[in-house]
């Protein structure tokens, strides 16, 4: 078969309304997630906060119900809407051909606003399963697993009847993400063991199985396919090369270094520690690609938001593998785990890798959906630079954070309580910028919201969607 390096995007006939439902239900839930962060913040800061909320509601305002509800709507309702929504857009202009169904893509938009309001409601009164990341209920789980199918079904069936002969990379990674994904959802969800008869390690070592894999073949594998489209889109040069795009495309199973030093299987450790040392293969290959792609085309950064925000994306992603890898290695795995290293670590992944993709795939994609540019240009940048500098503070800090926990823990003799009273002012400084963070949500959900509204000009034909 045929290869090219270039998306080459063509004019199909595609009304766009359910990418507009996706991106625009999406910003929404992006504000509910934020809203939660900044409580959980302000409550570590300042615990007795809480008691602002009239004892009859106090429950659903703890911290242990804000944080499964702050991180699934981030992840389940944020980002993956962003995501369905691109791939719904891209899809067809991949392959020459109209989407498979959009009556189907519509319902699926509902539904999973559905499922979003149904994890919000349900966390917040305390319906989990209690393990990370897979705290939905049963129910709930059957329902997600039911949508990721519908998506399916529309890439695949799309897919199917494209009249384009050769397969770019980005297809074949929508294709994977959307097979693969909710496999792995029911086998860590354990959606046929409702009653939860697994229980001890064998269910921890599923839990991670399920939680560091959903990323390597959802957010992680998803993100490749859209930023190699919209990275050669942007910049205007072809993708560096096709072969380093499938090797990046290739993943790998891990997981069980989430556990080490626990009562798991040994090989089972060392096989998860390899498999995470081989990830530097692929992520290395993104990083040559991403670098390649963008030789010649640094300066368009200055003057394209959308791009910028997929760069800095980039880097924070090239970032993340490195941490992600140098964090299975027993020896620091030891140093830096229950600290807050890790949640600095979470963030650079959910937000500064994800959240940054879905923030340049709003603005390349919005516009050609809805038939305007962007309101106001202004905005954008407000909200790129509240975005990098509230979160690079904010993760720095965790980070510090997180060492200084793992020293004192390492060298011993000094009370718990000490460690948590020293860190008080780190959480000040998380508060503050995790504050400028959220600013930069609301003006971006603003300036959405005036894009909607009709507030930006008319475009016929938007960069981004030109045909080839």
């Not at 290869?3 to 999406?26: C, E, L, M, N």
């Not at 600290?339 to 959240?355: C, E, M, P, Q």
């Not at 975005?387 to 060298?411: K, P, R, T, Y």
């Not at 300036?447 to 981004?464: C, D, E």
């Amino acid at each position: 078969m045929s290869i090219i390096t270039t998306p080459q995007a063509v004019s199909v006939k595609h009304d766009g309304t359910a990418v507009r439902w996706f991106f625009y239900s999406a910003v929404v839930w992006l504000l509910v997630a934020g809203l939660g962060g900044l409580l959980m913040a302000l409550m570590l800061y300042e615990p007795l906060t809480q008691r602002l909320f009239p004892e009859a509601i106090r429950a659903p305002f703890t911290f242990g119900r804000l944080r499964p509800m702050h991180v699934n709507v981030a992840i389940y309702a944020w980002i993956s809407m962003v995501y369905a929504g691109a791939m719904l857009y891209i899809t067809p202009r991949l392959c020459a051909a109209p989407l498979y169904s959009e009556p189907l893509a519509r319902a699926t938009a509902v539904l999973w606003n559905v499922q979003a309001l149904g994890m919000t409601v349900s966390l917040l009164l305390g319906f989990t399963q209690g393990r990370e990341y897979a705290e939905l209920v049963w129910p709930l789980d059957l329902l997600f697993l039911m949508l990721w199918i519908m998506l399916a079904v529309n890439i695949w069936g799309t897919v199917a009847r494209r009249t384009e002969p050769r397969v770019y990379v980005s297809v074949w990674s929508f294709m994977a993400a959307t097979l693969i994904a909710p496999l792995v959802y029911a086998v860590g969800n354990k959606v046929w063991d409702p009653a939860g008869a697994y229980t001890g390690m064998n269910d921890a070592i599923i839990n991670f199985f399920f939680v560091h894999n959903i990323f390597n073949v959802w957010f992680t594998t998803g993100a490749i396919g859209l930023v190699f489209y919209l990275l050669p889109r942007l910049t205007g040069n072809p993708l560096f090369s096709h072969r380093l795009a499938i090797w990046g495309f290739s993943s790998v199973w891990t997981g069980q270094h989430h556990l080490l030093y626990g009562p798991g299987p040994e090989w089972l450790e060392i096989m998860s520690v390899a498999f995470s040392l081989l990830a530097a293969i692929p992520n290395t290959a993104f990083l040559i690609n991403f670098l390649g792609t963008m030789r010649g085309a640094w300066h368009k950064v200055r003057d394209d938001v959308a791009l910028r925000f997929l760069a800095t994306g980039c880097v924070f992603y090239v970032l993340t593998c490195v941490q992600g890898i140098a964090q299975s290695f027993r020896g620091f795995n030891l140093y830096v785990h229950f600290t807050n290293w890790v949640i600095g670590h979470s963030h650079l992944a959910l937000v500064a890798d994800y959240s940054f993709f879905s923030f340049a795939l709003v603005y390349a994609l919005l516009p050609a959906a809805a038939g305007r540019a962007m309101a106001s240009r202004r905005l954008m940048e407000w909200h790129y630079w509240l975005a990098l500098i509230g979160l690079s503070v904010f993760m720095v800090d965790l980070w510090i954070a997180g060492l200084i926990q793992a020293q004192n823990w390492a060298v011993g003799g000094i009370p718990f309580i000490e460690t948590v009273r020293s860190l008080k002012p780190y959480f000040f400084i998380r508060l503050l910028a995790g504050s400028a963070v959220g600013v930069g949500f609301l003006v971006f959900a603003w300036n959405i919201w005036l894009t909607a509204r009709g507030r930006g000009s008319a475009v016929a034909v938007p960069a981004v969607a030109a045909a080839r």
